[in-house]
């Protein structure tokens, strides 16, 4: 009689919620690699389709930016990608633990992606397959573990806000996790963003200007 009271007076809790860490992870990071490549595919045709004017711009940008790495010590370099990753990292933290950051969480990955997809696009407009070479081994490395890892940010983000979502608008708990353990799964996040900025220092190092010399 008792298990039933209990079970009577929270009829919810026992149940997996959107942010119970149950469900479909899988699924929900699926979709935002999804929009990660998609992001990527926009830029490059924004890139492509973008009038002479905007193209020589984005030429000029890129290229001061890529000498600037290319002068710059091993320290800087590994110190600003740490900064870029982390903003990102910060940022869908900060949107977890608000009842709107699912929004931010699905358009990370399409403007990452989108930035992307531009600097490869513009890479190749101006050097062609030389421009592929410098973004294979100078810009992919560093990009690859860092977007795996605001990846998996998001949909921690996502998973996490929905929970509170649904405790605002239900007025009861959906969510079993807590922000101590969200937060813990963030801090290990921290490592790929350090291995991610470690590729791209090595990278910068050893291949920056290979390509790209005219």
Same mark, same amino acid.
């Not at 220092?201 to 790209?212: T, Y």
């Given at each position: $009689?008792?298990?039933?009271?209990? @079970?009577?007076?929270?009829?919810?809790? &026992? @149940?997996?919620?959107?942010?119970?860490?149950?469900?479909?992870?899988?699924?929900?990071?699926? !979709?935002?690699?999804?929009?990660?490549?998609?992001?990527? !595919?926009?830029?490059?045709?924004?890139? /492509? =389709?973008?009038?002479?004017?905007?193209?020589?711009?984005? !030429?000029?940008?890129? /290229?001061?930016?890529?000498?600037?790495? =290319?002068?710059?010590?091993?320290?800087?370099?590994?110190g600003n990608?740490?900064?870029?990753?982390?903003? #990102?990292?910060?940022?869908?933290?900060?949107?977890?633990?608000?009842?709107?950051?699912?929004?931010?969480?699905?358009? $990370?990955?399409?403007?990452?992606?989108?930035?992307?997809?531009?600097? #490869?696009?513009?890479?190749?407009? &101006?050097?062609?397959?030389?421009?592929?070479?410098?973004?294979?081994?100078?810009?992919?490395?560093?990009?690859?573990?860092?977007?795996?890892?605001?990846?998996?940010?998001?949909?921690? #983000?996502?998973?996490?806000? #929905?929970?509170?979502?649904?405790?605002?608008?239900?007025? /009861? =708990?959906?969510? @079993?996790d807590s922000?101590?353990?969200?937060?813990? @799964?963030?801090?290990?996040? !921290?490592?790929?963003?350090?291995?991610?900025?470690?590729? &791209?220092?090595?990278?910068?190092?050893?291949?920056?200007?290979?390509?790209?010399?005219?």
């Open positions: $009689m008792e298990r039933i009271k209990k @079970r009577i007076q929270s009829p919810i809790t &026992d @149940r997996p919620g959107p942010g119970s860490g149950t469900g479909h992870p899988n699924l929900l990071l699926t !979709v935002l690699t999804t929009l990660f490549i998609t992001g990527i !595919v926009i830029g490059a045709i924004c890139a /492509r =389709s973008a009038g002479n004017d905007v193209i020589e711009k984005l !030429v000029q940008v890129i /290229r001061n930016y890529m000498e600037i790495r =290319s002068q710059q010590s091993m320290a800087v370099n590994f990608s740490f900064a870029m990753g982390m903003l #990102c990292l910060i940022l869908l933290y900060l949107a977890g633990v608000t009842a709107w950051g699912a929004p931010v969480a699905l358009l $990370m990955p399409v403007f990452k992606g989108m930035g992307y997809g531009i600097v #490869c696009g513009t890479l190749y407009a &101006d050097y062609a397959a030389r421009g592929f070479g410098y973004a294979a081994l100078v810009i992919l490395p560093g990009t690859l573990i860092s977007t795996l890892a605001i990846l998996i940010a998001a949909k921690e #983000c996502a998973r996490f806000s #929905c929970g509170i979502f649904t405790e605002i608008c239900l007025s /009861r =708990s959906s969510r @079993r922000v101590k353990n969200y937060s813990i @799964r963030f801090l290990l996040l !921290v490592l790929f963003i350090l291995l991610s900025a470690a590729a &791209d220092m090595m990278a910068i190092r050893l291949f920056s200007g290979v390509f790209l010399t005219k």
